[in-house]
């Protein structure tokens, strides 16, 4: 019985950074059921050569370099296919992901393959154990049991875990080479692109004003606008008002768009959906004005008001240009 | 083309959601249903799809107990040509709640296989449940390629070329043969609303059921279900609008000290 954690590779950048996140959990599942823990990467061999090495300074049983040309470039049947490989090989009893766009991807059809059923977006890890992951954007939180002998596949969410509570150590670097033909990879991925050159950098912003599904129509957006004016804010939305069209895309918080930290963050009318929680944690000081008391955002938020944004916003907006 | 669009019915947004004496699974007797959001966006791809090829049929597809009749008429407003409902009980064995994502995913693809369509597409998790798996299981099973989180579908030969959202504002094309299944991301395209016409036109195109294969065990097993305990201690400011802005001015003024 043994822990194995699925790294992934991001660009040249090194890990993605949920990856040791995910290495943290597995570590500490590993712990508590008194089992090794051992961790993947897959990719070129080239390629993986320095990420397999800073594994091996990682508390673990093995850091496994599965490396073969057709794992250059992501596609979910080669990945599928080698982790398949490597599990009938190492026979994990639970195999720990990072929650990636990428996992997303090709878990589920892994777990598939092996008769299973991911467990994804696990937010904390209980004794037993039990795996809580989110139901209902977050209003609820759903407690997990793995049944059966089989092996357990878990993605954990980002910012569940923390990165530096990886523990360090050393172990060795083996490898595993996959069978895999070009014939199996039914798709063909293009190169990764950027649309257009980004003209809003909200990373850098000390104050933001964000909306969000409750401002309800476009026209009320100019509601937002003047209290970001009156306090000298960037204007940011959560996903679904730039997926409308009502604020340019590149205005958006969340796993999808910006990552930022502000000194203060003013949501309005965003209820806190995870994708966008993600997005903007890291902010020293969140107000939240929303009209459901049940809103995920009041579990973040250190100021709320449950209430009419229509009625608070300008309010507000009043107050702030008369105490400047 | 012949697409096959998989929807789900959902608890609306800003349902009040209970969890049900069993403390296992969410109460459902007060529960206002809409499409899943996602899936609305799979469906207009599908419908812009044949648009522009001027050809093809759109088959809209739900599992679920009577109730979810409402969301495949309103598919069938907008414009899908017709719709297949599997039927699965209200409650008990069986009942989709029963089921784990794999067996779900069954249910789907059973109904899926019959169509022999050229292109799956579906929304890219659910709203509810948030597993964001169905498709890429409902794929493996049928045995197709796929891509998760797609905006835009084209033509490319005998093929398909989807663009794929990446993170932090990246994207990736993909090519692939048919038959596929992709999972759609919300925001490429603007959903229509369903038209007086198009709600008149739907009271005459064909709602298939299709009876649900057995559920098999779950592999995973919900044990607890209850509202996220609070990990931070919010102040709530209470009063009239002034009186809360007032509140908040004097904060921004000498605690977060941005005024």
Not at chain 1, 271 to 278: P, R, T
Not at chain 1, 307 to 312: A, N, P
Not at chain 2, 175 to 186: D, G, H, K, N, V
């Amino acid at each position: 019985m043994s822990v194995l954690v699925v790294m992934e590779q991001k660009g040249d950048a090194g890990w993605h950074r949920i990856s040791l996140e995910a290495l943290a959990a597995g570590q500490k599942l590993a712990a508590e059921l008194g089992v090794s823990c051992s961790a993947v990467v897959l990719g070129e061999d080239a390629g993986i050569a320095p990420l397999s090495a800073e594994l091996a300074t990682k508390k673990l049983a093995g850091a496994w370099a599965v490396g073969h040309a057709l794992l250059a470039h992501y596609t979910a049947d080669a990945w599928v296919a080698a982790l398949q490989q490597l599990i009938a090989e190492t026979q994990p009893r639970y195999v720990v992901f990072p929650h990636t766009y990428q996992v997303r991807d090709y878990a589920p059809a892994l777990a598939t393959r092996l008769g299973q059923v991911l467990i994804s977006d696990v937010t904390a890890v209980h004794s037993g154990p039990v795996f809580v992951r989110q139901w209902m954007q977050g209003k609820l939180n759903a407690e997990y049991a793995h049944k059966g002998d089989g092996v357990c596949l878990v993605s954990v969410q980002a910012g569940s875990f923390r990165a530096d509570e990886v523990e360090a150590g050393s172990c060795e670097v083996k490898t595993f080479a996959p069978q895999l033909e070009a014939a199996q990879l039914r798709t063909k991925p293009g190169e990764p692109f950027r649309e257009a050159t980004q003209t809003v950098d909200l990373s850098a912003a000390q104050v933001i004003v964000s909306v969000g599904r409750g401002i309800g129509e476009q026209e009320n957006l100019g509601l937002v606008e003047e209290l970001a004016a009156a306090l000298g804010a960037e204007l940011a939305a959560s996903r679904p008002i730039c997926d409308a069209g009502w604020l340019p895309m590149e205005r958006q918080v969340g796993s999808s768009g910006q990552t930022v930290a502000p000194k203060l963050y003013l949501a309005v009318g965003i209820s806190g959906a995870i994708q966008h929680l993600v997005g903007m944690k890291g902010a020293k000081t969140v107000i939240a004005i929303n009209k459901d008391a049940d809103a995920p955002i009041f579990e973040i938020a250190d100021i709320g008001v449950v209430g009419d944004l229509f009625e608070v916003v300008p309010a507000l907006t009043r107050a702030i240009k008369g105490a400047a | 083309m012949k697409i096959i669009v998989a929807v789900k019915q959902v608890p609306e947004r800003d349902a009040a959601v209970r969890v049900a004496a069993d403390g296992r699974s969410v109460d459902e007797s007060d529960v206002a249903w809409t499409m899943n959001e996602p899936d609305a966006y799979a469906l207009e791809e599908a419908l812009q799809l044949k648009e522009r090829d001027s050809e093809g049929e759109v088959v809209v597809l739900c599992a679920g107990p009577e109730r979810v009749t409402s969301t495949l008429r309103e598919a069938l407003a907008k414009g899908a040509d017709r719709a297949i409902h599997v039927v699965t009980p209200e409650e008990g064995e069986g009942a989709l709640p029963s089921r784990d994502t794999l067996g779900v995913a069954k249910l789907l693809a059973e109904a899926i296989k019959a169509e022999s369509p050229d292109l799956v597409l579906t929304g890219l998790q659910s709203d509810d449940l948030g597993a964001g798996q169905t498709g890429v299981v409902v794929a493996e099973l049928l045995g197709v390629p796929h891509a998760t989180l797609v905006l835009q579908v084209e033509r490319a030969g005998a093929g398909i070329k989807v663009k794929r959202e990446l993170e932090d504002g990246w994207f990736q094309h993909i090519e692939m043969p048919l038959p596929a299944l992709l999972t759609i991301q919300s925001g490429g395209n603007k959903l229509r609303y369903a038209t007086l016409m198009g709600i008149k036109r739907a009271k005459s195109k064909e709602t298939r059921e299709v009876e649900a294969v057995a559920a098999g065990a779950r592999v995973d097993e919900v044990v607890k279900v209850a509202p996220p305990e609070r990990v931070k201690r919010t102040e709530m400011l209470t009063g009239s609008a002034d009186e809360i802005a007032a509140k908040i001015v004097e904060k921004l003024k000498f605690e977060v000290k941005v005024l």
